[in-house]
């Protein structure tokens, strides 16, 4: 009999893990499916591959990239830290709680470049559209290989969909900004505070973008920063120099005017509005239908689609834990595919996804979504031979990290907390966030001395 060939649509941290599920069954001495992983970017990394582009790439697909220069993680690190690759043996000594992205990128390539994982991804080639054959229970999948302006289908009897969802924008429209004179874009496109240095900004939202572009830009010298809410303010004791506002009810040339019937002149606008889950080369019949939450319908065990359970959705999910999580969900998604877990009838997985949207109605707070994220990691884990890892202890240090950023929302990237996998303790940074406007990975790496070496040769 042939082999179950296996088709991984994306090359970020959830199309990794799932080339290292496999790769971890193949050490054991098993035999593995045929893999074939389709990455449109020239590179793995996903979000974490930095791109100074906006719009379309050099060969006309949507930009996938959403992050920006001078971002640094906003949770800590302890938190994400793969269970079988502590942030120890990748840079063989304590780094501090909050890296920057570079350093974050350098982690997520390290456990893999290891492996012989590049020899199964197909980089720039775009997943466009797919098919399933009810007879033969085939997935038919037309790739475009954007190098070779060539179009061509290949068949699996799976699929995993590692797509990401912070990569289409949800721009609302406000009166009169059609006129507004500055720039207006999406967090999506925001590719650093450089632009609005003296400037007065407004985001548009209250959630992750929002309050970090907002203190990016303050860090990094805008005049004011307005954040416009529109269910609830993020409501820490912000600095002055950022303030929040209720949400906008309309622009008039550079003003705008707001729920509260103030108004103020801006340069810039950010709609920090989120983002929407886009699977443009799925069928209706295949597609994930949800909002942005801890535990999107339709999905057994928040991976596997409930019409058609070869077709696996990795990190659709919003994100507490974020790579250890995607782990935890390929290492179950790699049991099923490999005849080692199986998936009970439609009537069965339908009260399962109750039970856990149940649970997940009754959440009433951040602390509680932390809890749930928790639960259901230990869930997946149950299941596979994922190494264990101290799920409760991250769920501590995640409400820990949510304090902290109440306490003070400049300074919460200087604390230090320790690795439930290695029990290292981070090293405290060499330089406090607000002052370190340099996110290389070089000078991160540094030691106190040769940062004290460098700035004495510059002064
Ligand atoms: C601005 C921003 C900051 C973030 N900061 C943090 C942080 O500090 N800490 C943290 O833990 N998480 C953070 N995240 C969350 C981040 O999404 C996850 O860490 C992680 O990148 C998700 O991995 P993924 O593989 O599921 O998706 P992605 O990283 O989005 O990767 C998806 C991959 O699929 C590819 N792809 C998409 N469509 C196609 C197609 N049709 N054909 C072929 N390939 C395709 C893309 O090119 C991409 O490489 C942040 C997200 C954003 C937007
Ligand atoms: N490393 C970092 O520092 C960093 C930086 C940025 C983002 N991120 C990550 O990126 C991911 C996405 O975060 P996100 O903040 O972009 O999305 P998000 O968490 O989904 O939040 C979307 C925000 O947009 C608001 N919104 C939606 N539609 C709106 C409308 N029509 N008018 C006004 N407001 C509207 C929502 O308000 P309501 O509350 O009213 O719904 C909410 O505040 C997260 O995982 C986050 O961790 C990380």
């Not at 290292?20 to 974490?48: D, Y």
């Not at 020899?119 to 290989?145: G, H, M, P, S």
């Not at 999506?188 to 632009?195: E, I, K, L, T, Y």
């Not at 949800?290 to 928040?302: E, I, M, Q, R, V």
């Amino acid at each position: 009999m042939s082999k179950k060939r296996i088709g991984i649509i994306g090359a970020g941290p959830s199309g990794l893990a799932q080339l290292r599920a496999f790769e971890s069954a193949e050490k054991l001495g098993m035999e593995v499916p045929e893999i074939v992983c389709f990455e449109k970017q020239e590179n793995w990394g996903g979000m974490w591959n930095f791109t100074w582009r906006t719009g379309v790439g050099k060969y006309g697909e949507p930009i996938h990239g959403s992050m920006y220069k001078y971002l640094w993680s906003n949770g800590p690190k302890e938190c994400l830290e793969l269970s079988d690759y502590s942030f120890d043996e990748h840079f063989g000594k304590p780094i501090s709680s909050y890296p920057p992205r570079p350093v974050l990128f350098d982690y997520i390539q390290g456990r893999i470049n290891k492996s012989n994982a590049k020899d199964y991804i197909r980089f720039n080639t775009t997943a466009r559209w797919v098919t399933y054959d009810e007879e033969t229970k085939k997935f038919t999948l037309y790739l475009d290989d954007l190098k070779k302006n060539r179009t061509y289908s290949e068949e699996f009897d799976y699929l995993i969909v590692a797509t990401g969802h912070f990569s289409t924008p949800n721009m609302p429209y406000f009166e009169g900004i059609d006129d507004f004179p500055g720039a207006v874009m999406h967090a999506h496109d925001f590719r650093g505070a450089d632009q609005f240095i003296d400037k007065d900004l407004l985001l548009i939202g209250s959630s992750y973008s929002a309050e970090d572009i907002a203190v990016q830009c303050y860090k990094h010298g805008s005049k004011s920063v307005t954040l416009s809410y529109r269910s609830n303010p993020i409501g820490v004791d912000w600095p002055e120099g950022i303030e929040e506002r209720p949400l906008v009810t309309h622009f008039e040339g550079d003003t705008a005017y707001f729920k509260d019937g103030t108004s103020k002149r801006f340069d810039g606008v950010v709609m920090c509005t989120g983002y929407q889950h886009k699977f443009p080369f799925l069928p209706d019949y295949l597609r994930l239908k949800t909002k942005n939450n801890l535990y999107p319908d339709n999905l057994y065990k928040g991976i596997f689609f409930q019409d058609l359970p070869e077709l696996i959705y990795l990190g659709m999910q919003d994100q507490y834990y974020t790579f250890n999580m995607f782990d935890t969900q390929a290492w179950l998604a790699r049991d099923y595919m490999m005849g080692k877990f199986e998936i009970p009838s439609k009537e069965e997985r339908r009260k399962d996804i109750d039970k856990w949207l149940a649970d997940y109605d009754k959440v009433e707070d951040a602390n509680g979504d932390v809890d749930f994220q928790a639960a259901y990691i230990k869930d997946l884990i149950s299941y596979t031979d994922y190494p264990d890892f101290n799920i409760d202890k991250v769920g501590d240090m995640f409400k820990q990290w949510l304090k902290d950023k109440e306490d003070d929302i400049l300074t919460y990237r200087d604390k230090t907390f320790k690795s439930v996998i290695t029990g290292t303790m981070a090293a405290e940074h060499h330089t406090e966030w607000m002052d370190e406007l340099d996110d290389s990975k070089k000078r991160y790496l540094m030691d106190e001395e040769q940062v004290e070496a460098l700035e004495e040769s510059e002064a």
